[in-house]
């Protein structure tokens, strides 16, 4: 699964949507009603990433089981050749998120009470039900109906134990075979034990080195990416320093006469 | 970093050996005052008085840059022309101006069509933070007509003694020696509107390029190219009691359906909205990042007439070269918008007065001929004021406008009155004002929180996909 992934990884979205979009079709198998709408949505419109509103434009399949009276919003466009183009919309009612437990904009924390305590991880898992939802058909804000969700509600705590703990599992468990392995390799190579190996800077730096990959080095593209990264802070200082590294001859000359 | 500019300039330093130590061991910010401190050599004090007359100076383009340029010329005894194509350019612009700017350049109050004190930043995912209750009574975001302001700046250049010229500027001949003049071709329309104008020729001694995004004096000095992003803009006129909620407030939205790397947003004109967005990898979609923008203000802008549709470029970053020989560029002509925000009015205006004030300088006021290493002051100057802001916003940019979870950790972040404060007061005084160790330390706690929580959302997210 893609637990594993760097924190601040730049984002590869466009082969994240077409995996939604080919993955839609089995997620309408598990989902409930209200996301084999959404499903079967994405199928019927041509997609080529970030298309939500063109699918929203472009859905005409009645749903079988959808709760709501489904219509396309009309928008007059605004390739229209007219200076004036009026925004009046012509529908009823559109998609919108709706969900039991998504109260007045926030999530009601009673409705998520197993034996007297806040569930926080179902808060967590609705909470991105909904996102996923709303990156798929953006909603427009209203005034009458503000979202207040403040994910800092949901305590540090919980948020460890469902993303940290796992993947620092993960990683400890990782590390803990490499070292395992090249303090033996290293063993058998040059006789020098354990506790000797850690007298010694070379394998203390092989060490902070496997450390590091094990941190930083979590798929094969991550290698490529910190390349990226580092290139991209250094970028923008580079454009501008750009005009003081001109090598001008006569400027350069003038000046030097000074 | 800096140290580049050390290294060109090692050679002019003569003076005293235990500097050139102290720079090797000391960080580049506090170098440069020491460098500046030592380098009194006005290079134009070897090159003999113009003889019966001013140094003449042409700014190309009658923008904030050139408006401003032209009165600091003028001001200065300095024999100025303004060349602009099109007096009455309605130009496709935010048109935010910061608080400072109003002193700064002593802009009259009734320019300001609207005075933003509350901001609404909202997420992907739709979540709203309002922003600007840290503002105090006399703090606002002037919110002004390009055409207005433009022609405002344009007639106190002509008040201060510069020549106003309606003319579009088509090439320029460089000169072969160190006191020859520029030969500017342009052609002349003189307020006949329709006509082809005719085509004129003038010498100059030193010109300043303001004309924008699409310069031309760039091209004609070989300053190369810079990315750049389109910001798309459709003025909507909406029913009153919609306009009442755009009183005061300005919307910025951001996602991933409204742009890839920048942000869609909703600003109040004098009578009307601007909803745009922009964008700068995928300027193909421009047109389906519109529709969302307007689909995510869809309910508080029902009703409302689309009256112009206007696009233009926006720089990303400084051309390789931003002056040769005695012709420097200023404003979007140069590349100066920061990102994250992609504010220019301010900067177009203080470049553009900065480079003239070093050409005033350098030309002794106007006795003098100038040559570049007047003008690489003017650079100095401008690096050495505003990159660490560049640098900041840049770095805010690469940061929170990545991806769907880092912007939903930067909404949350601006919930955070610590932050709006630092960002207003940075903004609105372009000041980088040092805030408190502590609120730094729990801002910095603050935003891994955010960041980690809105990762940690996009795990869960894909995890639904598999």
Redesign the interface.
Known sequence: ???S?A??S??I?SP?QN??LT?KIS?SLLSTKRFSLVSLTQASSSDNG?????S?TTVEIPKPASPAKEEV?V??P??SSS???????TTTTEIKFQDAKWVNGTWDLKQFEKEGKTDWDSV??S??????W??DN???????E???????I?P?WA?MK??HLPEAELLNGRAAMIGFFMSYFVDSLTGVGLVDQMGNFFCKTLLFVAVAGVLFIRKNEDLDKLKGLFE??TL??K????????PESS??T???Q? | ?AS??LK??T??RQSSTEQTNFISNVPSSLSLPQRRTSLR?T?SR?SPNLANRKLRVAVIGGGPAGGAAAETLAQGGIETILIERKMDNCKPCGGAIPLCMVGEFNLPLDIIDRRVTKMKM?S?????VDIGRTLKEHEYIGMVRREVLDQCLRERAEKSGATVINGLFLKMDLPENWDTPYVLHYTEYDGKTGATGQKKTMEVDAVIGADGANSRVAKSIGA?D?DYAIAFQ?R?RIPDDKMT?YEDLAEMYV????S?DFYGWVFPKCDHVAVGTGTVTHKG?I??F???T????????????????EAHPIPE???????S?RVALVGDAAGYVT?CSGEGIYFAAKSGRMCAEAIVEGSQNGKKMI???DLRKY?EKW?KTY?PT??VL?VLQ??FY???P?R?AFV?MC?DEYVQKMTFDSYLYKRVAPGSPLEDLKLAVNTI?????????R????????
Not at chain 1, 239 to 246: D, F, G, H, L, S
Not at chain 2, 124 to 128: E, G, K, L, Q
């Open positions: 699964m893609s637990l992934m924190l601040f730049p984002p979205s994240l995996s939604n993955s997620l970030t298309s939500a509103t063109v929203a919003p928008k007059s605004t390739e200076d004036e183009t009026d925004l009046t919309t967590i898992v909470e991105a039900k909904r996102r996923k709303l990156e953006p909603e427009t804000t209203t005034n009458d503000p979202v207040l969700f403040d994910t800092s949901i540090w948020w469902r993303y991209e802070t923008y200082d454009q501008w320093q750009a005009t003081w590294k001109e400027s350069s003038v000046s030097s000074k | 970093m580049f500019t060109s300039f050679g002019l050599v290079a070897a909202i992907p995912s739709n979540i709203a190369g810079y459709e909507i909620y996602g991933d359906d409204v890839p979609d047109k389906k519109q529709l969302a307007r689909n995510r203000a869809k309910d508080k802008i029902l009703g409302g007439k689309i009256i112009r549709v970053h400084p051309r390789p070269r931003r002056l020989k990102k040559d570049e290493s650079l690096d990159l560049y640098r840049d690469k940061v990545r991806s769907n880092a939903e949350e919930g929180g955010s960041v980690f929580r809105a990762n940690a959302l795990r869960e997210i894909e995890k639904l996909n598999v």
